[in-house]
T-cell receptor, first 110, second 114 residues
């Protein structure tokens, strides 16, 4: 069964304190791993797609990496505006249906 | 442009009302989706349209009726809802038939059933 597990559920950081969010996955025939950011009451905002082990993508203070079993979202020197829930999702053999993890809620205080 | 729009932003309806949610995208995507999201939970897939045809229905109750009038528009017709149907309803779109499966989401409609 395809499955996505994110950890930790919640993470509190001080401004400037770098850390990583984890996304472990089990999927038949990975067709893509996706990171989204979601602010309360709003739709998920697309961040990154990773397709194969070893791939890395960067955007501002965020860097996503992928291995054969997990992905990390590294946050370097976070700011309060980075506070949000970060969702990880995978597309498996079926393609169109994304399988979401439960998300990590990040709080960054100044 | 990676924008998906949804209307209305908020909707309050009684259990006997009929209402509709609307979604629009102009990215040339041929797959469109409806998701339901409860507080502190991930989005839960309801329906998938591919080339304007319903391809996935995740055993959603018949009080939710999707419609895809053309490649840019997606509607969700609501009738005789229950209070437990109160949630954030999200629309998304993506390409079909390529190696790119990322979905772009709209801002959502916050639905409250009284």
């Amino acid at each position: 069964e395809d499955q996505v597990t994110q950890s930790p559920e919640a993470l509190r950081l001080q401004e400037g304190e770098s850390s990583s969010l984890n996304c472990s996955y089990t999927v038949s025939g990975l067709r893509g791993l996706f990171w989204y950011r979601q602010d309360p009451g709003k739709g998920p905002e697309f961040l990154f797609t990773l397709y194969s082990a070893g791939e890395e993508k960067e955007k501002e203070r965020l860097k996503a990496t992928l291995t054969k079993k997990e992905s990390f979202l590294h946050i370097t020197a976070p700011k309060p505006e980075d506070s949000a829930t970060y969702l990880c999702a995978v597309a498996g053999q079926a393609g169109t249906a994304l399988i979401f993890g439960k998300g990590t809620t990040l709080s960054v205080s100044s | 442009d990676t924008e998906v729009t949804q209307t209305p932003k908020h909707l309050v309806m009684g259990m006997t009302n009929k209402k509709s949610l609307k979604c629009e995208q102009h990215m040339g995507h041929r797959a469109m989706y409806w998701y339901k999201q409860k507080a502190k939970k991930p989005p839960e897939l309801m329906f998938v349209y591919s080339y304007e045809k319903l391809s996935i229905n995740e055993s959603v109750p018949s009080r939710f009726s999707p419609e895809c009038p053309n490649s840019s528009l997606l509607n969700l017709h609501l009738h005789a809802l229950q209070p437990e149907d109160s949630a954030l309803y999200l629309c998304a779109s993506s390409q079909v038939g390529s190696n790119s499966y990322e979905q772009y989401f709209g801002p959502g409609t916050r639905l409250t059933v009284t």
